[in-house]
């Protein structure tokens, strides 16, 4: 079985459990207060060229979501999201079982504009509704696009004007930064949005999330929201040892080489795929990608390959599945899902 379900349905990168192994005996103090976070913080400051920032690291995506967004708002204020978000689609509901009204706009893209935003804005005008507060965008978004420079700065520049605050999603953050039609870069999303994070569960870790906050509004008593939502680890050093080991280097470490790695394979399955006649639901750039395939096609895939079945299309006889690369897809792996989509 070749697996195309995820880009972390494997351990970590042998680099990164290398360094887990060989730190495995020494005493640290918990809690994320250990030489190893400190480490991974400078490191990451120097990354994004800010000296001065928040750095928390996280066990997940969803708790890193959960914790900044209630750290963020009062409790009758809400989040606007792209209708295709994490948070909204595969998050069991988590934002919102804090309190916080998640509303939910159309995209085809899986990307937000101010324009978008502006008419949830017009109808919210009055204390009998939650009011927005928080903009929540992901780089890359679930669709497998990516932001411009403009879009985002747009984005920031809006959400500025609106006194709302602007988040990133960057589960997939690295595989966005080396997407051949990126144009954007870690230090410009720093000085664009109030906070984002660094992806490591789906980058090369076993787990982990790092967490810039930018914005010291919402960095006040972060590590109380962190403890009180249960996303304190006692063992923080674990996720430090890992931040390390993926980012030490800055623009040449081992995330950017693996996303880049995901991102080539995933390019290379792309464009065979379109050479085969086949469709996209979205024209993903990234290591997620969408293909539109016959029923008859995808029952016979499953025989050799994992991975999951995506959307309805207009034609009842196809289904857009997803494929995605991570840090252990082969090229092998690519050539044997090409033959057997032949």
């Known amino acids: 079985m070749r697996y195309f379900i995820s880009d972390y349905s494997q351990g970590a990168h042998p680099d990164v459990l290398k360094a887990l192994v060989e730190t495995n005996f020494e005493h640290t103090d918990g809690y994320g207060l250990d030489v190893y976070c400190d480490n991974a913080a400078s490191i990451i400051k120097s990354l994004i060229g800010k000296p001065d920032a928040n750095i ?3 066990v997940g995506g969803t708790p890193a979501n959960v914790i900044t967004i209630a750290a963020t708002l009062k409790p009758y204020e809400c989040v606007i999201a792209p209708h295709t978000s994490h948070i ?3 998050e069991t ?6 309190g916080h009204k ?3 706009l159309d995209t085809e893209d899986g990307k937000l504009r101010p324009d978008m935003i502006q008419c949830v804005l017009d109808e919210f005008e009055d204390e009998h509704m939650t009011l927005p507060k928080l903009v929540y965008i992901s780089n890359t978004t679930e669709l497998g696009t990516i932001y411009k420079k403009s879009e985002l700065e747009a984005l920031s520049k809006f959400c500025k004007e609106k006194g709302l605050y602007l988040y990133l999603d960057g589960a997939r953050l690295g595989s966005a930064l080396t997407s051949p039609e990126n144009d954007i870069s870690i230090k410009d999303i720093a000085n664009l949005v109030d906070a984002f994070y660094i992806g490591g569960t789906k980058n090369g870790t076993l787990f982990g999330e790092a967490l810039i906050v ?3 509004e919402i ?3 972060f590590r109380f929201y962190i403890k009180q939502n249960l996303g304190m680890l006692a063992k923080g050093r674990l996720l430090g040892v890992q931040f390390e080991a993926l980012l030490k280097g800055g623009e040449n470490s081992l995330l950017f080489k693996i996303a ?3 991102n080539n394979l995933a390019e290379k399955l792309r464009n065979g795929i379109s050479d085969l006649g086949y469709e996209f639901l979205s024209e993903s750039c990234t290591n997620q990608i969408f293909p539109i395939l016959p029923k008859e096609k995808i029952a016979k895939l499953r025989e050799e390959f994992l991975f999951e079945d995506w959307s309805s299309v207009d034609d009842p006889s196809k289904f857009a599945v997803r494929f995605v690369t991570g840090w252990g897809t082969t090229d092998d792996d690519i050539n044997a899902l090409l033959e057997a989509l032949k």
């Open 56 to 58: 928390h690291f996280l």
């Open 88 to 90: 909204y689609m595969h």
């Open 93 to 98: 509901g988590a934002v919102e079982a804090t």
């Open 102 to 104: 998640i509303y939910a």
């Open 214 to 216: 930018l914005n010291d």
């Open 219 to 221: 960095n006040d008593h």
């Open 260 to 262: 880049a790695h995901e």
